[in-house]
């Protein structure tokens, strides 16, 4: 009945609880709309990557762009975690947050040359680089501050990840990765810089896959690229199969952590790799089951053709509906002994394309709250402020500990660096 979400449960008493917690309580205790996580079921799923990996060396670096909030990195790196970022705002919340920077691996088609050298500065592990044009500005700026840039080849290794098109990101036609029959060429323009080290190699191939299928498949087309390498004459240290695993929102039944950290085990050993050291770098599987975001109703709007529950949280706080139709579980936090109807939760901004669920039955009154189930992954990380919405607290639940983990927004905050013209 709530899918995928290990700590959250609806006691007899009818109260949607996470980690023990009644969430109507801290709904009103601090406001709505409200994103409130569990500590216990972010350390619970990476420690299922991890007991998969132990023995192996490994280093699990969570994508960070799921969820920055500081304790929620916090909270890796306190499990030993490294962190997959994309930008130099990133690595500066990894490092506020307590976190290594010699854990990091840096992603991102793009990144700009002040985010190189800061990284450089920083002594990140490892640069994971898209382009051939992207080594030869890395190496610039690496022998411009005197530094060797440890450097891995995003591959594309052109597998169907059977997800949204919007979230696949390792076949042929998408923008990242470098070209499967270009990169033995780049891995040779690599060696031959002076500002670089080869280290490693890396996919990833999208997000929310539910199957193991696409990553053995992926695995497959980069250790042929390993083996070519190699045979070349240049040293590949570690592999990383990028991140990508999916979650239950509904009825999708992804693998396990540990069965698909398995299959891709043993297909390395199987091809003879098996004393490589493997890298992850998972995001939504770490925290999408971990959270939910809390919402007031505000206006009941009953029609003849479509009936309207509108809510105090919108598109602005939560994109996936509105942005890739996603489907996420939505849940009363106090069950209503009256029959319930057919709904659409919407949010209050002008724009039909925000929704939060569609054709959703619920008994609702104005004044209750709702509950949106697995929205600790891809939610506060892509807020806006959107019609001037003030962006949501946060919550981290931890044993009987209640954490504010992010005050709310304040409307003055979202124009402090706005200037009037003076005329
Ligand atoms: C987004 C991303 C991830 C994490 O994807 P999830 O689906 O959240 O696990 C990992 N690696 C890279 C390079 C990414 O862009």
């Given at each position: 009945?709530?899918p995928?979400?290990p700590?959250?449960a609806?006691?007899?008493d009818g109260?949607l609880?996470?980690?023990g917690?009644v969430?109507?309580?801290?709904g009103r205790?601090f406001?709505?709309?409200?994103?409130v996580?569990?500590?216990?079921?972010?350390?619970?799923a990476?420690?299922a990557?991890?007991?998969a990996?132990?023995?192996?060396?490994?280093l699990v670096c969570y994508?960070m762009k799921?969820n920055?909030s500081?304790?929620v990195?916090?909270t890796f790196?306190?499990?030993?975690?490294?962190?997959?970022?994309v930008?130099?705002g990133?690595?500066e919340?990894v490092?506020?947050?307590?976190?290594?920077a010699?854990?990091v691996?840096?992603?991102g088609?793009g990144k700009?040359?002040?985010?190189?050298r800061?990284?450089?500065?920083a002594g990140?592990?490892c640069f994971?680089?898209e382009?051939?044009?992207?080594?030869d500005?890395?190496?610039?700026?690496a022998?411009?501050?005197g530094?060797v840039?440890p450097?891995?080849l995003?591959v594309?290794?052109?597998v169907?990840?059977g997800t949204?098109?919007?979230?696949?990101?390792g076949?042929?036609?998408?923008?990242?990765?470098?070209?499967?029959?270009?990169?033995?060429?780049?891995?040779?323009?690599?060696?031959s810089?002076p500002?670089?080290?080869?280290v490693g190699?890396?996919?990833?191939?999208g997000?929310?896959i539910?199957q193991?299928?696409?990553?053995?498949d992926a695995?497959d087309r980069?250790?042929?690229l390993?083996?070519?390498?190699e045979?070349?004459?240049?040293?590949?240290?570690?592999?990383?199969?990028?991140g990508?695993?999916?979650?239950?929102?509904?009825?999708?039944t992804?693998p396990?952590?540990?069965?698909?950290?398995a299959?891709?085990?043993?297909?390395l050993d199987?091809?003879?790799?098996?004393?490589?050291?493997?890298l992850l770098?998972p995001?939504?599987?770490?925290?999408?089951?971990a959270?939910?975001l809390?919402m007031?109703v505000?206006?009941?709007?009953?029609?003849s053709?479509?009936?309207?529950?509108i809510v105090?949280?919108?598109m602005?706080?939560?994109m996936?509906?509105?942005m890739?139709?996603a489907?996420?579980g939505?849940e009363p936090?106090l069950?209503?002994?009256?029959?319930?109807?057919t709904?659409?939760v919407v949010?209050?901004?002008?724009?039909?394309?925000d929704w939060?669920?569609?054709?959703?039955t619920l008994?609702v009154?104005?004044?209750?709250?709702?509950?949106?189930?697995?929205a600790?992954a891809?939610?506060m990380?892509m807020?806006?402020?959107?019609?001037?919405?003030?962006?949501?607290?946060?919550?981290?639940v931890d044993?009987?500990?209640?954490h504010?983990?992010r005050?709310r927004?304040?409307?003055?905050?979202l124009?402090?660096?706005?200037?009037?013209?003076?005329?």
């Amino acid at each position: 009945m709530l899918p995928g979400a290990p700590h959250l449960a609806r006691t007899a008493d009818g109260r949607l609880r996470l980690e023990g917690h009644v969430l109507a309580d801290l709904g009103r205790r601090f406001g709505t709309p409200l994103f409130v996580y569990s500590r216990a079921a972010m350390r619970d799923a990476v420690a299922a990557y991890q007991r998969a990996l132990q023995g192996r060396p490994h280093l699990v670096c969570y994508a960070m762009k799921a969820n920055s909030s500081l304790a929620v990195l916090q909270t890796f790196a306190q499990a030993g975690c490294g962190f997959d970022i994309v930008s130099g705002g990133e690595l500066e919340r990894v490092l506020a947050a307590g976190g290594d920077a010699a854990k990091v691996v840096f992603s991102g088609v793009g990144k700009t040359r002040a985010e190189m050298r800061q990284a450089l500065q920083a002594g990140v592990r490892c640069f994971n680089v898209e382009s051939t044009s992207e080594l030869d500005t890395l190496s610039q700026e690496a022998v411009a501050l005197g530094r060797v840039a440890p450097v891995s080849l995003r591959v594309n290794p052109d597998v169907d990840a059977g997800t949204h098109p919007y979230i696949s990101t390792g076949l042929k036609g998408n923008k990242f990765g470098i070209a499967h029959d270009e990169a033995l060429a780049a891995y040779r323009h690599a060696a031959s810089l002076p500002g670089l080290r080869v280290v490693g190699i890396d996919c990833h191939i999208g997000s929310q896959i539910t199957q193991v299928a696409p990553y053995l498949d992926a695995l497959d087309r980069v250790l042929d690229l390993v083996e070519a390498v190699e045979a070349a004459g240049i040293a590949i240290h570690h592999v990383d199969v990028g991140g990508g695993l999916g979650i239950t929102y509904t009825d999708e039944t992804p693998p396990r952590a540990d069965e698909m950290v398995a299959a891709l085990l043993a297909r390395l050993d199987a091809r003879g790799h098996g004393h490589r050291e493997v890298l992850l770098e998972p995001g939504r599987s770490l925290v999408g089951n971990a959270g939910v975001l809390l919402m007031e109703v505000l206006v009941l709007k009953p029609g003849s053709a479509k009936s309207f529950c509108i809510v105090d949280a919108a598109m602005n706080d939560v994109m996936r509906p509105a942005m890739y139709e996603a489907w996420m579980g939505i849940e009363p936090c106090l069950l209503r002994a009256e029959t319930a109807r057919t709904w659409d939760v919407v949010g209050p901004i002008c724009e039909s394309g925000d929704w939060l669920g569609r054709d959703r039955t619920l008994a609702v009154q104005p004044g209750d709250l709702l509950a949106m189930l697995s929205a600790g992954a891809y939610g506060m990380a892509m807020s806006s402020n959107y019609n001037t919405r003030p962006r949501a607290a946060e919550v981290l639940v931890d044993g009987d500990q209640v954490h504010l983990i992010r005050e709310r927004e304040q409307v003055a905050d979202l124009f402090a660096h706005e200037r009037l013209v003076r005329d």
